[in-house]
Every structure is written in structure tokens, then in C-alpha cells.
């Protein structure tokens, strides 16, 4: 298969989904700011925050890969820094799948059928975001290295990025502590890794996401990999067909 084709259409594919993501963002907000207005309870900031780190990874990918496809290779340095900040960045879009956390807490005055529609949509953002980023860089992965080895690279880092979950959820770290706190992150994970329950919670946590996140991601893949097969095949019997 020619692997510049498969991200083009990839690419192509994934557009009609993203417009989806950008419905479900703009209900999410909504609800949000309705919640406020309608029960007598304070806007919730955070998950508002959230959502705004939960797009900063696609919106890297896309820059990137906008560079990376037009072939500019003075600005090679910018599509690697884009995608390293994707590699940071990408836990805060599989996060919101942790806000249904937020369903146990005691809110008398909100419906809890309410709060339920509003998590669900800011989670379906979530692996939303998350699926179509890492898609577009399994495609680019696979222009770099054989498919076998490009699936273990993303199950591995996607078993490392639940493992940010982790520290983001139960140690209240955030992606640019990366940066800004890295004695003190490392500092905490340690003492994790030193307690055998909490280690223990960590590993079941970041495995069973793993697996949850896979599951969802092989679902995307299924839909969008079938196509770019079908196009393959018209075009290598029907070579007349425009490329």
C-alpha cells in the first residue's frame, strides 16, 4: 500500500468525524453554562479548562501534518516540536473519561440524569480527540517504520499515557508539570511506585484503560481502514481513475 495515500484519505475521512467532536464540544458547553443558569449551582470551570486541553493535541497533529504533507522541509523542526507537544499533551483528551468521577459527588440541587448527559458528551470528546489524533500518527508511523512495529508503539504508548491519567486524576499533576514541577512529579510517582498497594492501583488503572481505549481505538481504525482498501483496489485495476 502506498502509506502517503493511506494518510491523505485518512486524513479526508476523519474531517466529517472531527465536525461531530466540535458538535459535542460546543453541547458540552452548553450544558455546562445551562446547569449554571438553570439549578442554583456555580459554573464549573474546570471541566471547561479540560476541554480546551483535551484539543490541543488534534490541533498539533494537524498543524504537523499540514507541514509534514506540503513537504516543507525548513520547518522540519516545527512538525517535530508540534508532535512532541502531542505526545505530552495527548492524556488530557482520553482524561475526560474520568469526569464520570463527578457522578458520585452529592449535588442535591442538579438531576443526576442532567449531569450524566453533560459527562457523557465531554467523555465521548474525549476518546473522539484522542482516536482520531493517534490514528493520523499511526498513519505516519507507518511511513517510518513495518505496521508490526508501529501497533506495539502505540499500545506501548498508550499504556504510558494512562499512566499520565493516573498521575493527572489521583496526584493532581498536569501536563506541564512536565516542564515546570518535573523534581516534584518525579518525586510523587516514586512514592507511588514505593507504596505496593498504590502501585498496584496504578498498574490495574493504566491496564484497564489500555484496554478500554484500545478496544475503542480498534473500532476507528476498523471503520476507516476498509475504505482506503476499497480505493486501493479500484485504483490498481482501473489505473485510468485519477490519483
Not at 499512566?163 to 498536569?174: A, D, Q
Not at 518525579?186 to 507504596?195: A, M, S
Not at 502501585?199 to 471503520?223: C, D, E, P, Q, W
Request: proline residues 5%.
Amino acid at each position: 500500500m502506498n502509506q502517503h495515500f493511506e494518510l491523505l484519505i485518512t486524513t479526508a475521512l476523519l474531517l466529517p468525524m472531527l465536525g461531530s467532536t466540535i458538535l459535542f464540544s460546543i453541547l458540552t458547553v452548553g450544558l455546562l453554562f445551562a446547569r449554571a443558569r438553570i439549578y442554583p449551582y456555580p459554573l464549573y470551570k474546570p471541566m471547561l479548562l479540560n476541554l480546551f486541553l483535551a484539543w490541543i493535541p488534534i490541533v498539533c497533529v494537524s498543524i504537523a501534518l499540514f507541514f509534514f504533507l506540503t513537504s516543507v522541509t525548513s520547518q522540519l523542526w516545527l512538525v517535530i516540536l508540534l508532535l512532541c507537544i502531542w505526545f505530552v499533551f495527548f492524556p488530557n483528551s482520553t482524561y475526560l473519561v474520568t469526569e464520570f468521577h463527578h457522578l458520585k459527588e452529592e449535588v442535591n440541587t442538579v438531576p443526576f440524569w442532567f449531569d450524566t448527559i453533560v459527562i457523557l458528551s465531554l467523555a465521548l470528546c474525549g476518546v473522539l480527540l484522542g482516536g482520531f489524533s493517534l490514528l493520523l500518527i499511526h498513519r505516519m508511523l507507518d511511513l517510518s517504520v513495518p505496521p508490526v512495529f508501529s501497533w506495539l508503539l502505540i499500545i506501548i504508548y498508550l499504556f504510558v499515557s494512562n499512566v499520565g491519567i493516573y498521575i493527572g486524576r489521583f496526584l493532581r499533576f498536569n501536563s506541564w508539570d512536565v516542564l515546570t514541577n518535573p523534581l516534584g512529579l518525579v518525586k510523587n510517582v516514586l512514592g507511588v511506585l514505593k507504596d505496593r498497594q498504590k502501585a498496584r492501583s496504578l498498574l490495574l488503572f493504566s491496564i484497564l484503560f489500555t484496554v478500554f481505549l484500545l478496544t475503542f481505538y480498534l473500532f476507528l481504525y476498523s471503520t476507516v481502514t476498509p475504505i482506503i482498501w476499497i480505493l486501493e483496489t479500484l485504483i490498481k485495476h482501473y489505473p485510468s481513475l485519477p490519483r
